[in-house]
Nanobody, 116 residues
Framework: QVQLVESGGAWVQPGGSLRLSCAAS????????MGWYRQATGKQRELVAT????????VYANNVRGRVTISRDNAKKTLSLQMNSLKPEDTAVYYC?????????WGQGTQVTVSS
């Protein structure tokens, strides 16, 4: 059974940085596309960034491009999201996602709060 566990969420002041991690288990990790999504209170879940399984090609949402970096460590089965220059509008629950055989798997999420 695929399990994804996010960590690293915290409260941070505007302009600060955070690094989120997602540990995967129960599945082969490399070769599958993965991503980070977020959902703010009262809003729909939205894409933050994705990374392909074989070529590590990345895609970023316009509102985070240049401030966020997605990466993966296939040996450790870990997906990461480095976030810099955080803004209050980045406040949300961040979810890790893995696509395997046309099925999307999700973690439970980790809360990121950006405020002064």
């Amino acid at each position: 059974q695929v399990q994804l566990v996010e960590s690293g969420g915290a409260w941070v002041q505007p302009g600060g940085s955070l690094r989120l991690s997602c540990a995967a288990s129960g599945t082969i990790f490399d070769g599958y596309n993965m991503g980070w999504y977020r959902q703010a209170t009262g809003k729909q879940r939205e894409l933050v960034a994705t990374i392909t399984g074989r070529t590590n090609t990345t895609v970023y949402a316009n509102n985070v491009r240049g401030r966020v970096t997605i990466s993966r460590d296939n040996a450790k089965k870990t997906l990461s999201l480095q976030m810099n220059s955080l803004k209050p509008e980045d406040t949300a629950v961040y979810y890790c996602n893995l696509i395997r055989n046309f099925t999307a798997y999700w973690g439970q999420g980790t809360q990121v709060t950006v405020s002064s």
